[in-house]
């Protein structure tokens, strides 16, 4: 090889790592800048900075352009995604499938359609009592029809709930027919698309994608925890006080950012990671030794309500 061209290969090199230097030092800077404002943008109840880097173990500072990155391709898109701040107006019907179960949707006032069946306002519903059961509030389940079974813990929170002489919402954000519940069901496309294409590749596909499934770290709770503030105007028409269960982290990081007071979040999955557990609530796990991997391998605040049940 002559002397000219080993001059100009290293000449080429120099020039692709300077560039690729400076182009990383302009990501880092946007990164910076669009971390700080997405925490913002809407304003959230749900200080998630605060909420894992208060550990007594460490501190989990914040992969800004990691995060900034994840939100920017999920939520904001090229365009950039403005949040909805006034609430969704609401209106609920009468379950078809379980007696005394009341549904909500987006109100006609929105551009809901318009179906046979009878039309309830919101605030109607959250003022009914049950018979013999005055003195008891309304409670909201919040879930997302997506994944491997939110939907049906869901229906049984309905159960326990209306059993306990609560009126009772099913409040799906799938249901409600908006800009932000097509945001959810275009992630919800990806996450089954790359879980098909997994699949069918078997071997090294579904062992990368099984790992990058068990990478809920700190930071993955914060992408979520963003994507979660996008979704507020979907609960904004609820009283703050009325009890939520939530069987999906993104409806609890919602219910926390709004500010609701008394919220529920069923952890339904039994490998403890960070994005699971929602700050703000009340976080029900299935097992003990669910609850100390999640204190000890995840470094989360002994302050944390974490909460065992046994089913």
Same mark, same amino acid.
């Given at each position: 090889?002559?002397?000219?061209?080993?001059?100009?290969? $290293?000449?080429? /090199?120099?020039?692709?790592?300077?560039?690729?230097?400076?182009?990383?030092?302009?990501?880092?800077?946007?990164?910076?800048?669009?971390?700080?404002?997405?925490?913002?943008?809407?304003?959230?109840?749900?200080?998630?900075?605060?909420?894992?880097?208060?550990?007594?173990?460490?501190?989990?500072?914040?992969?800004? /352009?990691?995060?900034?990155?994840? &939100?920017?391709?999920?939520?904001?898109?090229?365009?950039?995604?403005?949040?909805?701040? *006034?609430?969704?107006?609401?209106?609920?019907?009468?379950?078809?499938?379980?007696?005394? %179960?009341?549904?909500?949707?987006?109100?006609?006032?929105?551009?809901?359609?318009?179906?046979?069946?009878?039309?309830?306002?919101?605030?109607?519903?959250?003022?009914?009592?049950?018979?013999?059961?005055?003195?008891?509030?309304?409670?909201?389940? $919040?879930?997302?029809?997506?994944?491997?079974?939110?939907?049906?813990?869901? !229906?049984?929170?309905?159960?326990?709930?209306?059993?306990?002489?609560?009126? *009772?919402?099913? &409040?799906?954000?799938?249901?409600?027919?908006?800009?932000?519940?097509?945001?959810?069901?275009? %992630?919800?496309?990806?996450?089954?698309?790359?879980?098909?294409?997994?699949?069918?590749?078997?071997?090294?596909?579904?062992?990368?994608?099984?790992?990058?499934?068990?990478?809920?770290?700190?930071?993955?709770?914060?992408?979520?925890?963003?994507?979660?503030?996008?979704?507020?105007?979907?609960?904004?028409?609820?009283?703050?006080? *009325?009890?939520?269960? +939530?069987?999906?982290?993104? +409806?609890? /990081?919602?219910?926390?950012?709004?500010?609701? *007071?008394?919220?529920?979040?069923?952890?339904?999955?039994?490998?403890?990671?960070?994005? %699971?557990?929602?700050?703000?609530?009340?976080?029900?796990?299935?097992?003990?030794?669910?609850?100390?991997?999640?204190?000890?391998? !995840?470094?989360?605040?002994?302050?944390? &309500?974490?909460? /065992?049940?046994?089913?």
């Amino acid at each position: 090889m002559s002397l000219d061209l080993l001059t100009t290969v $290293a000449t080429g /090199l120099a020039v692709v790592i300077v560039a690729a230097f400076f182009a990383y030092q302009c990501l880092q800077a946007w990164a910076k800048n669009a971390y700080d404002f997405y925490k913002n943008d809407p304003p959230s109840n749900c200080d998630i900075d605060a909420f894992v880097s208060t550990s007594e173990y460490n501190s989990n500072p914040p992969k800004k /352009l990691k995060v900034a990155f994840m &939100h920017k391709v999920q939520c904001r898109g090229l365009k950039g995604r403005t949040a909805r701040t *006034t609430p969704m107006e609401l209106e609920c019907v009468k379950s078809p499938h379980v007696e005394g %179960l009341y549904v909500s949707r987006q109100a006609a006032s929105e551009g809901g359609k318009i179906g046979p069946e009878e039309a309830i306002p919101i605030e109607k519903v959250l003022a009914t009592k049950q018979r013999g059961h005055k003195n008891k509030p309304p409670v909201i389940v $919040a879930t997302i029809r997506m994944g491997f079974g939110h939907h049906r813990i869901a !229906y049984s929170a309905c159960s326990w709930a209306m059993e306990m002489g609560h009126t *009772t919402i099913f &409040h799906d954000f799938l249901n409600i027919d908006s800009d932000e519940a097509n945001m959810i069901k275009t %992630l919800d496309h990806f996450y089954s698309k790359f879980s098909r294409i997994a699949s069918e590749f078997g071997s090294w596909a579904e062992t990368a994608w099984g790992k990058a499934m068990k990478q809920g770290d700190a930071d993955a709770l914060r992408v979520a925890a963003l994507t979660g503030a996008q979704l507020q105007c979907l609960l904004t028409k609820f009283p703050k006080d *009325t009890p939520i269960v +939530c069987t999906h982290q993104i +409806c609890a /990081l919602t219910a926390a950012a709004v500010g609701f *007071t008394n919220v529920v979040n069923l952890v339904v999955d039994n490998y403890p990671q960070w994005f %699971l557990v929602v700050p703000k609530t009340l976080n029900i796990t299935q097992g003990e030794t669910f609850i100390h991997a999640r204190i000890h391998t !995840y470094s989360i605040s002994r302050s944390t &309500h974490l909460w /065992l049940v046994q089913f």
